[in-house]
C-alpha cells in the first residue's frame, strides 16, 4: 500500500514538472514512470554496484569531451553528461560510510570525481545541475558528519564561481510562468517524497535510503532555487532530462519502502 501511496505520489510529481500535457508528454510521463517501477525491482546490490561503472564512465566522458570538441553540443552527449555527472557524484557521496577508507584516499576520490563532473558540466554547458548538486553535498557531508571534506566541496564551489564569474555565464533563468496551483502542486509533492525519504533514512539507514533521500533533497534544493530565488535549475527548466534523474531515483525510493 505505502509502494502504490509513493507511486502516486511521484507520478503527480512528475505531472507537476511536465505541465500543458500533450501526448508526447504524456508518453515520456508513462515512459518514466515504468523505468521508475523497473528499477524498483532491479536487485538492490546492483543498483549499489553502479557507483564505479558510473564514475569511469564519468571520468571517460570528461576525456572525450577534451578530444572531441564537436561531442559537447550533441544532446545525447548532453543527456548522458548530466545523467552520469549526477549518479557518480550521489552514489559517491551517499555510500561514503559504506568502508572505512583513509581521509586522504576519499579527498583523492571526491577531488578527481569533482574536477571530472566540473569538466563534464561546463563542456556540455549544463550548468543547471552545479548549484543544486553542490548544495546538496555540502549538506549530506553534514548530515554524514564528514566535516573534514566540507572545506574542499566549498573550495569546488567557490572555484567554480569565480569561473562563472569571468565567463559571464549567469546563473539566474527567465520568469517560470507558474499558476498558484502549479508551484504549490510542485512544492508539496516534492516535499512529501523527500519527506518520504528522510523517514525512511532515519529508521533505516541504508544504501538505498541514504541514495533516495540524497537524490530527493537535491530535487528539492532545484525546486526550491528556481521557485524561490529564480535561479535556473533542471527540473522545471528542463523537465524532460530531469526525468531521466527523476524516475531511477523514484525506483529506488519504491524499492527502499519494498524492503523495510
Request: aromatic share 12%; hydrophobic share 60%; proline share 3%.
Amino acid at each position: 500500500m505505502k509502494k502504490v501511496a509513493l507511486l502516486t505520489l511521484s507520478s503527480l510529481f512528475f505531472y507537476s514538472l511536465l505541465r500543458d500535457m500533450n501526448l508526447f508528454k504524456t508518453l515520456i510521463l508513462c515512459g518514466a514512470i515504468a523505468v521508475a517501477f523497473m528499477v524498483s525491482k532491479a536487485p538492490s546490490k546492483y543498483i549499489v554496484a553502479a557507483k564505479y561503472p558510473l564514475i569511469c564512465l564519468c571520468f571517460a566522458l570528461s576525456v572525450l569531451l577534451v578530444l572531441y570538441p564537436e561531442l559537447r553540443m550533441k544532446q545525447l552527449i548532453r543527456a548522458a553528461g548530466m545523467f552520469v555527472t549526477f549518479f557518480s557524484l550521489s552514489l559517491y557521496v551517499a555510500t561514503i560510510d559504506e568502508k572505512g577508507k583513509g581521509l586522504y584516499k576519499e579527498i583523492l576520490a571526491l577531488s578527481l570525481l569533482l574536477i571530472s563532473t566540473a569538466v563534464n558540466l561546463v563542456m556540455t554547458r549544463s550548468m543547471e545541475l552545479f548549484l543544486p548538486l553542490s548544495i546538496t553535498i555540502l549538506l549530506f557531508l553534514f548530515i554524514l558528519n564528514r566535516m573534514k571534506l566540507i572545506p574542499l566541496v566549498g573550495a569546488y564551489v567557490v572555484g567554480m564561481l569565480i569561473f562563472l564569474y569571468i565567463k559571464k555565464v549567469s546563473l539566474f533563468g527567465p520568469g517560470l510562468e507558474l499558476s498558484q496551483i502549479e508551484r504549490y502542486l510542485v512544492l508539496s509533492t516534492a516535499f512529501l517524497l523527500l519527506l518520504a525519504t528522510f523517514i525512511g533514512f532515519v529508521r533505516q539507514p541504508g544504501s538505498l535510503w541514504t541514495i533516495a533521500f540524497f537524490g530527493l533533497l537535491c530535487a528539492s534544493i532545484d525546486i526550491l532555487v528556481s521557485v524561490g530565488f529564480s535561479l535556473k535549475g533542471l527540473l522545471l527548466y528542463q523537465p524532460l532530462a530531469a526525468l531521466l534523474i527523476l524516475a531511477p531515483l523514484v525506483g529506488i525510493t519504491l524499492q527502499g519502502e519494498g524492503g523495510s
